[in-house]
């Protein structure tokens, strides 16, 4: 197995994991919010000194890419890049959806009989960030959608037989989910998520140079104006 570093910085939660090539993961992973370009850079050292591993020794960086919270994913972007451009490393974007349905097939999955699957996430501004996915035993949680924004009475949950993520929690009540519909809504953003699929991205070759990262936006307009605060009720 390669060694990978893994950063996620696309939520409040601040996460890194580090593959080492043959034992379990290492791994780091606390709520810090705006705290989280205070410790990322220095639990990053510190995963890498347990490992007895110089950057250099690493064969690329991943990193979330998003969607998420925009200064966060700015963060992880930014610190990726600067540690990349020094060892001159490849990086492996992962999208945050792909990495929270990761680390739940890889974790959960033998619990459940589901075989589709809908990543809902809180994205603020009363609206989710979801994709659709296919889990099979023994395979990578499957993408078969693109990543949506919408509001979250929007989301197509009519094949679904588990939701999973921070969406539940805020919009439970506005998502249409039948009875049958397994909840999960404690699981998000984690950098061993970001590890899982970097680590079959590897695999298959799909590391890119760090020139070519850039973050994923669904969303392309980040704040309401004036006028559509007082309709959404966020101002009085």
Not at 107 to 128: F, K, P, W, Y
Not at 135 to 141: E, G, I, S
Request: proline letters at 4%.
């Amino acid at each position: 197995m390669s060694r990978l570093l893994a950063i996620d910085t696309s939520s409040s939660w601040c996460s890194v994991a580090l593959s080492t090539g043959s034992e379990q993961p290492l791994f780091r992973h606390e709520k810090l919010s705006s705290a989280a370009s205070q410790h990322l850079l220095p639990w990053i050292d510190a995963l890498l000194q347990e490992a007895k591993l110089e950057l250099q020794d690493l064969d690329a960086i991943a990193v979330n890419i998003g969607p998420g919270a925009f200064t966060g994913v700015r963060l992880g972007l930014a610190v990726t890049q600067g540690l990349a451009l020094s060892a001159n490393l490849p990086v492996i974007p992962v999208m945050s959806l792909d990495a929270i349905a990761a680390q739940f097939h890889q974790g959960r999955l033998s619990n459940h009989q589901a075989t589709n699957l809908v990543v809902a996430i809180d994205a603020r501004m009363d609206e989710v960030y979801w994709a659709q996915y296919q889990l099979q035993l023994n395979a990578q949680a499957e993408r078969i959608s693109d990543a949506h924004l919408s509001a979250p009475e929007l989301v197509e949950l009519s094949e679904a037989d588990i939701v999973i993520g921070s969406a539940i929690l805020e919009y439970g009540d506005r998502l249409l989910t039948p009875d049958t519909i397994i909840k999960q809504d404690q699981i998000g953003a984690h950098a061993l998520g970001v590890l899982i699929c970097a680590q079959a991205m590897w695999d298959q070759g799909m590391q890119i140079p760090v020139a070519q990262l850039e973050p994923l936006y669904v969303r392309n307009k980040v704040a309401f104006t004036t006028e559509e605060r007082l309709h959404h009720g966020l101002l009085k």
